[in-house]
């Protein structure tokens, strides 16, 4: 399977975008999938996750109540909206994910999408 993540852009403090990951190759509808991103000389972060039945979700405290994650209806692709954004928000964005995850983490997934960058401006 691949992933392609898309949808990065620069965008003004308190704006918002939405980030696609789309899955090609094989399903991914039991996939547990998630968003990470990575600043400038950070480490590779949480951000969001969905498991495999996109009954449960799971939010890293500095984007709850900005950020929802969701899949789409076929299931082979998953979203990232992002309200109220902030400059701290900047960064590469990746979608990844594997087979039956409930909560995806950097260490428990296995296919990566190339990142998305997002810029937010002050």
């Known amino acids: 399977v691949q992933l392609q993540a898309s949808g990065g852009g620069l965008v003004q403090a308190g704006g918002s975008l939405r980030l696609s990951c789309a899955a090609s190759?094989?399903?991914?509808?039991?996939?547990?999938m998630g968003w990470f991103r990575q600043a400038p000389g950070k480490e590779r972060e949480f951000v969001a996750a969905?498991?495999?039945?996109?009954?449960?979700?799971y939010y890293a405290d500095s984007v709850k109540g900005r950020f929802t994650i969701s899949r789409g209806n076929a299931r082979n692709t998953v979203y990232l909206q992002m309200n109220s954004l902030k400059p701290e928000d900047t960064a590469v964005y990746y979608c990844?994910?594997?087979?039956?995850?409930?909560?995806?983490?950097?260490?428990?997934?296995?296919?990566w999408g190339q990142g998305t960058l997002v810029t937010v401006s002050s």
């Open positions: 990844a994910g594997s087979p039956w995850v409930v909560r995806a983490t950097p260490y428990n997934v296995n296919t």
């Open positions: 190759g094989r399903t991914v509808s039991n996939y547990g």
């Open positions: 969905i498991d495999w039945s996109g009954s449960n979700t």
